[in-house]
C-alpha cells in the first residue's frame, strides 16, 4: 500500500512509480469517483477528455438555442450559477453513495 500526502491546499503527489505505470504526464487527468471503498483515481486519456469537451459543447448549443434572453445581468447569472454548483456538489456525494449519477 502505498500512503500519499494531502497538502494544506488540498493537492496530492502520486508517487513516481504510480505515475510511470499509469503513464501520468504533469498536467493530466485523473477521474475521482466516490466508491463504496472510498475513492477512486481513474487516469483519462485525452481522447477522452476530447469527447467530453465536444460533448459538452454540443449539449451547451443545445441549451443555448433553447433558452430565451435572461432579465439578469451577467454578475447576477454568476451567482446564481455559482449557488447552484455549489448546491450540487453538496448533494453529490449523497447521490454518489446510493449508487446514484
Known amino acids: 500500500m502505498t500512503l500519499v500526502k494531502i497538502l494544506s491546499s ?3 503527489t502520486l508517487p513516481a512509480e504510480l505515475r510511470e505505470q499509469f503513464n501520468l504526464a504533469e498536467e493530466g487527468y485523473l477521474e475521482a469517483k466516490v466508491t463504496a471503498e472510498g475513492i ?3 487516469p483519462v486519456t485525452a481522447s477522452e477528455r476530447q469527447q467530453a469537451g465536444d460533448a459538452l459543447v454540443r449539449l451547451l448549443s443545445r441549451v443555448h438555442a433553447q433558452q430565451p434572453a435572461s432579465d439578469l445581468s451577467a454578475e447576477e447569472q ?3 450559477i455559482a449557488h447552484e454548483v455549489k448546491a450540487a456538489r453538496a448533494e453529490e456525494p449523497h447521490r454518489d453513495a446510493q449508487g446514484g449519477v
Open 10 to 12: 488540498g493537492q496530492l
Open 40 to 42: 477512486l483515481l481513474k
Open 78 to 80: 454568476e451567482e446564481l
